[in-house]
């Protein structure tokens, strides 16, 4: 089965083409820069060199044209014909609270997703305009599904999506915590549960996606019950340039002592907090990480303060479960960054983790790196957000293309 995974951003699309019969990615690419004057195209086929172009994308349509020519291409092609592609799945961040599972893209739940918008709208409308692009360009019969970020979070209880605000603030107004990088944690949990040999629906964890986002989140027997982002994406851990959590009487003394407005308060605590604000070098760990080593003060407040809000997390969301197979760490940093690991790991004595030194040290694989006689698991498991949105739509296409 041919399933082609569609990121469709404001500027950029980004897609990889799967045989899910093997799981391996056929080709991928990166479209950058549409509707500006010198767009990018970049195009990878398997075991092959990457091919770069510049050519202007007018917009969403134009750039997905370029995506089926370059796959139906005679020379670095994989397919013949684009009818070859089984199902077409999409990565759309909001579901809200109507959307709880991965969906079949029609007219009824493409009217959701709009509705859901105002909720996302610096992603629902890109992430749409690539669906309608490629509705417009495939046969109708082609399924196109739809998986949400927010969609493994469905499963949290009341007590950890309701804030402690009046209660018309939920049933009037909507505002709930919906949890965010669903997909991944989704993903990484069903590895780790495979990797130790128990089934999903038994597995309990916590897991720890740390990149330029950030969330922790609870599972308990394969659903998530817990997770550190909310209504939005600011809370939680710090994260790149966004501060996670704070007190919200900071935002009153910005408004009136500071007189600054929304947009102002908007820029402070996303674009400007977390990594990037604490160290004032940058919101890659990797610049933060090096300066801390070369002795810079700032950069090493920005990770003290990084690793006991994770170390933080991680035992507060233990809170909503039974038993912890594992804590499994993942996306850039987790699965990048020994020295975190470690850092992080040291927090948690009370839960009597040991790690084994030599096991941490190892990037880019599946793999427990506490020492047996750690009191939990320790994992790392690098995430796959595209091939899980591709099993999702095998998943929910099987039926109408067998
Ligand atoms: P992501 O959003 O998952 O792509 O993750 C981006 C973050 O991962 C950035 O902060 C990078 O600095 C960080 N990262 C990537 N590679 C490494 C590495 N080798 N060591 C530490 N951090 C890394």
Redesign the pocket.
């Known amino acids: 089965m041919k399933i082609l995974v569609i990121n469709s951003g404001s500027s950029s699309i980004k897609f990889q083409f799967f045989d899910l019969d093997t799981e391996e990615v056929l080709c991928k690419g990166l479209l950058e820069r549409i509707g500006q004057d010198e767009g990018i195209f970049n195009y990878t086929k398997k075991d092959e060199e990457k091919i770069v172009k510049n050519i202007p994308i007018e917009d969403h349509k134009d750039g997905l044209e370029l995506v089926l020519e370059a796959i139906t291409d005679n020379e670095h092609g994989v397919i013949n014909s684009i009818n070859e592609i089984d199902a077409v799945g999409h990565r759309i961040v909001h579901g809200g609270d109507r959307i709880t599972d991965s969906v079949i893209l029609n007219e009824e739940s493409l009217k959701i997703c709009e509705e859901c918008s105002v909720l996302a709208p610096l992603h629902n409308p890109p992430n749409l305009m690539g669906v309608y692009a490629l509705k417009e360009l495939l046969d109708e019969k082609i399924p196109h599904v739809g998986v949400f970020d927010t969609a493994f979070h469905a499963t949290m209880p009341e007590e950890s999506f309701i804030y402690p605000l009046p209660y018309a603030m939920y049933t009037e107004h909507g505002i709930r915590r919906f949890g965010f990088h669903g997909t991944s944690h989704k993903y990484v949990a069903m590895k780790a549960a495979e990797h130790l040999g128990i089934p999903f629906e038994k597995f309990s964890g916590i897991t720890v996606h ?4 950030s969330s922790i989140t609870a599972v308990r027997d394969g659903k998530s019950v817990d997770t550190s982002l909310g209504y939005g994406t600011m809370c939680g851990v710090p994260m ?1 340039t966004r501060a996670g959590d704070f007190d919200p009487a900071i935002i009153l003394y910005m408004i009136e002592k500071l007189g600054l407005d929304a947009k102002d308060i908007n820029g402070t605590i996303y674009k400007a907090s977390g ?1 990037l604000g604490l160290s004032g070098i940058s ?5 933060v ?1 090096s300066a801390a080593r070369e002795g810079h003060g700032r950069a090493q407040i920005a990770i003290d303060v990084l690793t006991h809000s994770i170390g933080k997390y991680i035992l507060a969301l233990s809170a909503n479960l039974d038993k912890i197979d594992a804590v499994v760490f993942t ?3 987790g ?3 020994a020295s ?1 690991r470690k850092l992080v790991c040291n927090k948690l004595k009370v839960l009597g983790v040991k790690l084994d030194e030599t096991e941490n040290l190892k ?1 880019g694989v599946t793999t427990v790196i506490s020492s047996v006689d750690s009191g939990v698991r320790i994992m790392t498991v690098p ?1 796959n957000e595209e091939l899980m949105i591709a099993l999702e739509t095998k998943r929910l296409t099987k039926k109408s293309v067998s």
């Open positions: 740390l990149g330029n986002g790149g990594l919101s890659d760990y990797r610049d990480e996306a850039g940093i699965e990048n960054s975190l990037r995430t």
